[in-house]
């Protein structure tokens, strides 16, 4: 069965800090890939997605991803993190089959310190 | 110019009485999903219809339902919701066609209290 394994579930930072989350899934098939970001009380927003091309990705407020088909991966990386990157991150799949689902991994909850 | 809607933004249901949750999307995406948010959790796939075809996730109980009777409107049943049962319910929607693939588009939620 598909699955997304998040191995940080909390990671704490200080500003300024540089972030790397990392994102396994287990689908040996064509995938899609997503990050999701969702900030205290809010609803899931997209960072960046996958869909093919340049393994490299680049999303909103300076979030890149990079794909890594050989292990299977797709961490979410940063330079400098701000206090308002605080949020819960969600690493997503979608596999192309015939039901072509879309599942989630645990999150990983940031916390970033002034 | 809300893409993907859910109602009611608040549901309180009674312990054991049917409850129902709906979403509708004006994306014409042909894949919709149900999600169930425990706080600080991840999004738990319930099931998700692709086109008229319903995908039940496997560890999903019984209590739930869904109904998709046209592209645009999909329906979440609680038969006997329990307290456990109390979350944030998320419909998204996303495009898969042949090759072509979009990502998912969340509605705001709808939270569900269970008293």
């Known amino acids: 069965a598909q699955s997304v394994s998040q191995h940080n579930h909390h990671v704490i930072l200080s500003e300024a800090a540089s972030l790397e989350l990392g994102c396994n899934y287990s689908?040996?098939?064509?995938?899609?890939l997503f990050w999701y970001v969702q900030y205290p009380g809010q609803h899931l927003q997209l960072l960046l997605k996958?869909?093919?091309?340049?393994?490299l990705v680049k999303g909103i407020k300076g979030f890149e991803a990079e794909f890594i088909k050989s292990k299977f991966s797709f961490n979410l990386r940063k330079p400098s993190v701000q206090w308002s990157d605080t949020a819960e991150y969600f690493c997503?799949?979608?596999?192309?089959?015939?039901?072509?689902?879309?599942?989630f991994g645990s999150g990983t909850r940031l916390s970033i310190r002034p | 110019d809300a893409m993907v809607i859910q109602n009611p933004r608040y549901q309180v249901t009674q312990f054991g009485k049917p409850v129902t949750l709906s979403c509708s999307q004006t994306?014409?995406?042909?894949?919709m999903y149900w999600y169930q948010q425990k706080s600080s959790q991840a999004p738990k796939l319930l099931f998700h219809?692709?086109?008229?075809?319903?995908?039940n996730e496997a560890d999903t109980p019984d209590n739930f339902q869904s109904r998709r009777p046209n592209t645009s409107f999909c329906f979440l049943d609680i038969r006997s919701p329990g307290l456990g049962d109390a979350a944030m319910y998320l419909c998204?929607?996303?495009?898969?066609?042949?090759?072509?693939?979009?990502?998912?588009?969340f509605g705001q939620g709808t939270r569900l209290t269970v008293v």
């Open positions: 998204a929607t996303s495009r898969a066609l042949g090759l072509e693939r979009t990502e998912a588009f």
């Open positions: 689908y040996g098939g064509t995938v899609n």
């Open positions: 996958y869909f093919s091309g340049d393994p």
């Open positions: 997503a799949v979608n596999e192309h089959s015939s039901a072509s689902k879309i599942i």
């Open positions: 994306l014409n995406h042909n894949v």
């Open positions: 219809y692709y086109d008229k075809d319903f995908n």
